[in-house]
């Protein structure tokens, strides 16, 4: 059963806009939240972290929202480049586990 | 050179074939991790090796075993692989081991296994 889940395998974005990327998790033992993005050919690369004890986490364009009674994390970026085109990986992880989990990932299509 | 160096990119293999997988980083880090990345499939964490001991073994069949000679290079040998271990093996490093500190996964570029 996954723990982490990402139910949009894609999503296509018109440049300068925002982009929305959702996140929703079972495990209530996860406390640590992160993005990765990954480009074709490539290893997955890290974006951007949140901890359970905040509720948003900016870093330039892009920030992550937790809803920790929902279970629920948002990637938000704003606004939109086409280098943005990727797919975008949600993980998890709960306090002294090894185990990073994954979702599925959804690709985003910046149009230009 | 990149952080995490990962070789070969592709490699093809029967079944009753011995190969290994290498990776490299490069960070300074002391926490290595080999990940498998099925199609349609999330990815799995296999191994993690932590200042050169293995710290976790994730149920990976024994056809896989990995080996970490120091901080700096891990390998993932290879044999009488099944048709389904075809997928994208990627490597990656951290400062310290996930679970001990929230330093977040460098990925080199990943093996594209193929088993016939």
């Known amino acids: 059963d996954q723990q982490v889940k990402q139910n949009s395998p894609s999503l296509s974005v018109q440049e300068g806009r925002i982009s929305i990327l959702n996140c929703d998790y079972t495990n209530s033992m996860f406390d640590y939240f992160l993005w990765y993005k990954k480009y074709p050919a490539e290893g997955p690369t890290f974006l951007i972290s949140i901890s359970s004890i905040k509720d948003k986490n900016e870093d330039g364009r892009f920030t992550v929202f937790l809803n920790k009674s929902a279970k629920h994390l948002s990637l938000h970026i704003v606004p ?17 586990s090894y185990q990073l989990t994954f979702g599925k990932g959804t690709k985003l299509s910046v149009i230009p | 050179e990149t952080g995490v160096t ?31 990345q099925s199609a349609k499939k999330p990815l799995e964490l296999m191994f993690v090796y932590s200042l050169e001991e293995r710290v976790e073994n994730n149920s990976v ?25 075809s997928a ?15 330093s977040p996964l460098h990925f080199g570029n990943g093996t594209r296994l193929t088993v016939t």
Not at chain 1, 80 to 96: E, H, K, L, N
Not at chain 2, 61 to 79: A, G, I, K, M, V
Not at chain 2, 88 to 102: D, F, P, V
């Open chain 2, 6 to 36: 990962q070789t070969p990119r592709h490699l093809v293999m029967g079944m009753t074939n011995k190969k290994s997988l290498k990776c490299e980083q490069h960070l300074g880090h002391n926490a290595m991790y080999w990940y498998k």
């Open chain 1, 80 to 96: 939109s480049q086409p280098g943005d085109s990727a797919v975008y990986f949600c993980a998890a992880i709960g306090a002294g």
């Open chain 2, 88 to 102: 994208l093996y990627l490597c990656a490093s951290s400062q310290e081991a996930t679970g001990l500190s929230n």
């Open chain 2, 61 to 85: 069949p024994s056809r896989f075993s990995p080996e970490c000679p120091n901080s700096s290079h891990l390998f993932l040998h290879l044999h009488t692989l099944q048709p389904e271990d």
